[in-house]
């Protein structure tokens, strides 16, 4: 169970173009999700939290504007990088918040998604 | 801002030695978690701590979390090579802290 499901797992992009990143979780109801993005040989850095229904959280230093997150529903959140740039190139993950006994909650993550801009 | 302090942050072993990993905050978390990530895939959930002083084995793997919930290590028996990733200890919070993670390397 708590599967998380993210789509695509590689895209290449123009530079300028814009490029959308979902994430669905299969077998549960995900109020709450969060957006990591991962350099090379590096560990995951928090970009944003997404929360079902209201406007999402963004970590310090990360452009709004520029990572478009949406979570319209208690099943999807989807993250769309606008006028992507090479240097957005980057391996995305998200990850789901699911209830769990004794810990309260776990979290589950997606296969991540390359982006390659060109 | 809490933060957690992976060490070492590469290692690289022979098959069947035996290895630790450590993960250190001045932050206590409520419960702490191990993943292990493999190139191009996402982190996948090893083992959640929660009690202080707590020990859990899965296979060849024994995790500790402190008994002051600061800190927790990771200890591998007999390593092979399909160990081999980054291993990840997240501090239990919304969101999830994590640690820079332990480059892993398994040689035959």
């Known amino acids: 169970g708590a599967v998380v499901s993210q789509h695509p797992s590689r895209v290449i992009c123009k530079s300028g173009t814009s490029v959308k990143i979902e994430c669905r979780s299969l077998?549960?109801?995900?109020?709450?999700m969060f957006w990591y993005r991962q350099f090379p040989k590096q560990s995951l850095m928090l970009m944003a939290t997404?929360?079902?229904?209201?406007?999402?959280?963004?970590e310090q230093g990360v452009e709004k504007d520029k990572f478009l997150i949406n979570h319209a529903s208690l099943t999807l959140s989807t993250l769309t990088v606008t006028s992507a740039h090479p240097e957005d190139s980057s391996f995305y993950i998200c990850s789901a918040e699911y209830p769990v006994e004794k810990t309260n909650y776990g979290y589950t993550f997606g296969s991540g998604t390359r982006l390659t801009v060109v | 801002t809490q933060l957690l302090e992976q060490s070492p942050q590469f290692l690289s072993i022979q098959e069947g030695e035996n290895l630790t990993v450590y993960c250190n905050s001045s932050s206590v978390f409520s419960s702490l978690q191990w993943y292990r990530q493999e190139p191009g895939e996402g982190p996948v959930l090893l083992v959640t701590?929660?009690?202080?002083?707590e020990v859990k084995k899965l296979k060849r793997l024994t995790f500790q979390f402190g008994d002051a919930r600061k800190d927790s290590s990771l200890h591998i028996t007999a390593a092979q090579p399909g160990d081999t990733g980054l291993y990840l200890c997240a501090g239990e919070n919304t969101p999830l802290v994590f640690g820079k993670g332990t480059r892993l390397s398994v040689i035959a």
């Open positions: 701590v929660v009690t202080g002083g």
């Open positions: 077998d549960f109801q995900a109020t709450t």
């Open positions: 997404s929360n079902e229904g209201s406007k999402a959280t963004y």
